[in-house]
């Protein structure tokens, strides 16, 4: 198997980030989240990250490279190394205005299943973590994840991430255990064709993962 290399995004790649999260979630929430995989949708979303990765000192974007150069999966992990003041909370969980508020109930049980499992602990958390179609079953997936429980280790602090299904697995070997297990009809969210997903919350203590 080729040597994949785990490293921060720049500015100049950053477009890279939603061009790969787009295409890799083509069913469930995280489809409904994103959105598709055009010109318009990727411009819109590279924008946020570049804001994100300016103004939010917590955040990084992470990719992983294969010996060509080319961007194969990529991660957003958020630190919170200090905990959080019950104030950042408040702020960190305000409900966003760029979606439907029929979106509600999700970021709803997203932050509530947050705020509650962590509360105002350090932790590291998973964000999103996406491998490009054509790039499976390559180990760049279980590279980014273990950037950031490596991290966690070496402080001590747990891991936190909402996995779908097919993540599960891979989230479990890396030592992430499920606390909340939510369905999610997405007719209820104008997009039947999408069927029902189901939501994982999982939890990783320190020094657990499997090598």
């Known amino acids: 198997m080729a040597s994949l290399e785990v490293s921060a995004f720049t500015t100049s790649d950053l477009s890279q980030f939603p061009t790969i999260t787009t295409l890799a979630f083509q069913s ?23 804001e994100a990765a300016k103004s939010d000192p917590h955040v990084r974007f992470m990719k992983a490279t294969d010996p060509s150069g080319q961007i194969v999966a990529c991660a957003k992990w958020f630190i919170y190394a200090d905990g959080n003041t019950e104030e950042e909370l408040d702020e960190m969980f ?3 205005t760029t979606y439907p508020k029929t979106w509600d109930p999700i970021f709803m049980y997203l932050n509530t299943s947050r705020r509650e499992t962590m509360g105002r602990r350090p932790y590291y958390f998973l964000s999103i973590l996406a491998t490009h179609p054509d790039h499976h079953r390559k180990g760049a997936g279980g590279k980014l994840v273990k950037w950031g429980t490596d991290l966690a280790d070496e402080q001590g602090i747990e891991c936190y991430l909402e996995a779908s299904i097919e993540g599960r697995p891979l989230y479990e070997r890396l030592g992430f255990r499920v606390v909340k297990e939510v369905p999610f009809k997405l007719e209820d969210f104008g997009r039947p064709d999408l069927g029902t997903d ?14």
């Open 94 to 96: 305000k409900m966003p």
């Open 28 to 50: 469930g929430l995280g489809h409904l989240l994103t959105g598709p995989a055009t010109p318009e949708n990727i411009d819109t979303l590279t924008k946020k990250c570049v």
């Open 198 to 211: 189901v939501n994982c919350i999982m939890v990783r203590e320190p020094s657990l993962g499997k090598q």
